[in-house]
């Protein structure tokens, strides 16, 4: 299976993507001014909805950004307008494509967005602003498995050990479809850095991994094919 970072190739005017690819893209800037009319019309009217319960301005605009980025990058990979992407949403929230099968994720943190997009298989990302954590060793303790925990109470920056086994745990839990709704001790995420760890569940080998993204944020992704046994 070939990963591909950051890669942006067209053919024939489109986004072409080998079935054993996984293309991850970053939005680097989400401005933060108000958003305009014209941007609200580049929605779905449930997502002009959803932009509406916003009370914060700011939350607002960047999950306007955001979806309007996700359309234009689904809308290069299918051929076809950004409005006429065929997003839908699970019960849970959760946005598919209705009539394709390509599949991604994706996760915005402060003015920063990953999206994860493969066709062969389920995909999660997770994207967290550095920040000091004052109770990392109180959440690890009491959310993450022993050995996490021990990791990180050992770590020379704890803080940064917290947020990178954080991230891992995001990109699974979605990858695998339920999110933080699995709680996050049942699973025992590999949380050294940048390397590769594996994590078997439900039948599934799941691979994970830190990955490299501008500024200050800490990020992973964490996918499985599609028909994947244990």
Known sequence: MERVWNLERRRDGQFF?????????????????WSSQSMLDGLSLDEQEKADLFGCPLSRNRYIQCRLWLRGVLAGYLGCERSEV???YSDGGKPFLSESKLDFTLS??????????????????????????PEAALISGRWFSAEEHLSISLANDADMAFLQCWVRHEAVHKAIG???????????????????G??????????VQNVQVKGPY???????HKDSQK
Not at 113 to 133: F, M, T, W, Y
Not at 178 to 196: F, R, T
Not at 218 to 224: K, M, T, Y
């Open 218 to 224: 800490v990020a992973a992704i964490a996918w499985f």
């Open 178 to 196: 339920q999110g933080l709704a699995l709680p996050m001790d049942s699973i025992k995420i590999p949380c050294v850095q940048n390397e590769m």
């Open 17 to 33: 993507i080998a079935e054993s690819e996984i293309h991850l893209w970053q939005l680097d800037d989400i401005e933060a001014g």
């Open 86 to 88: 065929p997003l839908v």
């Open 198 to 207: 594996t994590v078997f569940h439900g039948g599934r080998k799941i691979q």
């Open 108 to 133: 915005h943190s402060g003015n920063r967005a990953l999206l994860g997009v493969s066709l062969e298989h389920e995909l999660g990302v997770d994207i967290e602003k550095i920040a000091p954590v």
